[in-house]
């Protein structure tokens, strides 16, 4: 098992930046890679990026690239989510989420662990 907690979220002005935080634990050893989603309120729960721990990859939903980065720091089992110029419509939940996928783009089916996530709101 692997478990993630994520950490970081919180209420800003559109313009703004916040920088989320995602540790893991357990089985790390399993998991490829991390991504991030988000989940607005009655809307589906959507991509936003996603990174490989060998770092072949890292990649964004089209929303977010040029705004938005993920990082990792292997040696502290850590994943991180730097947003800037934030836009009201980022205002979710932002969940982190570890893969054993190792095929490119992994569907957010294939996703095998999930943190509780974290409230990021971002006001006009």
């Known amino acids: 098992q692997v478990q993630l907690a994520e950490s970081g979220g919180g209420w800003v002005q559109a313009g703004g930046s916040l920088r989320l935080s995602c540790a893991a634990s357990?089985?790390?050893?399993?998991?490829?890679?991390m991504g991030w989603f988000r989940q607005a309120p009655e809307k589906e729960r959507a991509f936003v990026a996603a990174i490989s721990w060998d770092g072949t990859y890292r990649f964004y939903a089209d929303s977010v690239r040029g705004r938005f980065t993920i990082s990792s720091d292997n040696r502290k089992n850590s994943v991180y989510l730097q947003m800037n110029s934030l836009k009201p419509e980022d205002t979710a939940v932002y969940y982190c989420a570890a893969t054993s996928s190792t095929r490119f783009k992994p569907p957010l089916s294939e996703y095998d662990y999930w943190g509780q996530g974290t409230q990021v709101t971002v006001s006009s």
């Open positions: 357990g089985r790390t050893r399993s998991t490829y890679a």
